[in-house]
């Protein structure tokens, strides 16, 4: 998009169309990546709440892209490489770092113990992730908590 139009003038009309879009379509995907995330939500705590515990911030300071989920018994580490060879990339620790330092302190400054930040994943929530990708996922981590 041409935001200079003739002799360096600057089209201000089309920034502000341009910002105005943007704007809209952040709107857009945010929605639909919360849905995802409490459809996520729904599908792996129903008739197995007492296995996962979800982490998360308020909700006006809740990144909806990244989910942090407790799988009690398990570790995280396993339960990653565990959904890894199931074809799903999940992670461990928080996404401020993937230092064994930095996932502790992050954890427990939260409130949560160390045996807690153990078996922490994160799960992230992207533009191509679809409704049955999110039922998958959740069905695989129910698979891989029972198995044990």
């Not at 857009?28 to 709440?49: C, G, P, S, Y």
């Not at 799960?123 to 999110?134: A, L, M, P, Q, Y």
Request: with cysteine; aromatic share 8%; proline share 2%.
């Amino acid at each position: 998009m041409n935001m200079v139009s003739g002799g360096g003038t600057v089209n201000t009309p089309g920034i502000a169309a341009f910002v105005g879009a943007a704007l809209k379509a952040s709107h857009v995907e945010r929605e639909k990546v919360m849905a995802l995330r409490n459809l996520f939500i729904t599908q792996l705590t129903k008739e197995m709440d007492h296995i996962f515990r979800i982490v998360e911030a308020p909700f006006n300071w809740q990144n909806p892209y990244v989910l942090g989920v407790i799988v009690k018994g398990l570790e995280g580490q396993w339960v990653m490489l565990e959904c890894n060879r199931r074809g799903f990339a999940i992670s461990t620790g928080s996404a401020c770092g993937q230092s064994v330092h930095l996932k502790a302190n992050t954890l427990l400054a939260m409130g949560y113990s160390q045996e807690e930040q153990k078996e922490f994943i994160r799960i992230s929530f992207g533009r191509n992730t679809k409704g049955e990708d999110v039922k998958a996922l959740a069905n695989t981590l129910k698979e891989i908590a029972q198995s044990v």
